[in-house]
């Protein structure tokens, strides 16, 4: 099983819509937990940190489920600027690293 | 000013040779990160330097060897490469070196091993 596991899409979505994905990781004692977006050919940048309370930004709503181990992401009203790779970033217990998914593709259409 | 600078962005090199790429942030930070990024693949972490010193080195290749002069400046030296050592190679910088902290991404150098 891969440490971080996302579901690669690409997710296809109409302008206005409401989407949602989710990241499973693998050590029940990870403790911190990220979503990054990456534009096409550009450096990840942080989107939001994920707490045990989840978090809200606006648009985006991140949530944890430690006991089926994933965090998920959902955007309401999407942006065509929303279009982007979402990374999730989870640290392993054992030391300070952060293990990245692969990211999941999302394409917001007009 | 750009937080975290990288140089160059494209880098075509042959098996033979050797090159180095270079990190720069201004952001007043203590840990610097390169990475690997394959295509399709997660990043994956290279080196950790905080406050200069090497704090992970994950069972890179020796043809790959990062120096960190100061906590400003970080340098990828490269050698004898393989064409699949072909990726974008990013550098970040965080406030220190455990994961709570935000990490601040370079624009990388998208290299390509002949």
């Known amino acids: 099983r891969k440490e971080v596991e996302q579901d690669p899409g690409p997710f296809n979505v109409p302008e206005g819509a409401t989407v949602a994905f989710n990241c499973t990781y693998s050590?029940?004692?990870?403790?911190?937990f990220f979503w990054y977006r990456q534009d096409c050919r550009k450096e990840p940048k942080l989107l939001m940190s994920?707490?045990?309370?989840?978090n809200e930004d606006g648009r985006f709503t991140a949530q944890l489920n430690r006991a089926s181990q994933y965090i998920s992401l959902l955007i309401r009203d999407s942006k065509l600027s929303d279009s982007a790779t979402y990374l999730c970033?989870?640290?392993?217990?054992?030391?300070?690293?952060?293990?990245w998914g692969a990211g999941t593709k999302l394409i917001i259409k007009p | 000013e750009t937080g975290v600078t990288q140089t160059p962005r494209h880098l075509v090199m042959g098996m033979t040779n050797k090159k180095s790429l270079k990190c720069e942030q201004h952001?007043?930070?203590?840990?610097m990160y390169w990475y690997k990024q394959s295509a399709k693949k997660p990043l994956e972490l290279m080196f950790v330097?905080?406050?200069?010193?090497?704090?992970e080195n994950n069972s890179v290749p020796s043809r790959f060897s990062p120096e960190c002069p100061n906590s400003s400046h970080l340098f990828l030296h490269l050698h004898t490469l393989q064409p699949e050592d072909s990726a974008l190679y990013l550098c970040?910088?965080?406030?220190?070196?455990?994961?709570?902290?935000?990490?601040?991404f370079g624009p990388g150098t998208r290299l390509t091993v002949t």
């Open positions: 970040a910088s965080s406030q220190e070196d455990r994961p709570t902290y935000e990490q601040y």
């Open positions: 952001l007043g930070h203590n840990a």
């Open positions: 330097y905080n406050f200069k010193e090497q704090t």
């Open positions: 050590n029940s004692a990870s403790q911190s």
């Open positions: 994920v707490y045990s309370s989840g």
């Open positions: 970033v989870v640290n392993m217990d054992s030391n300070y690293q952060l293990i």
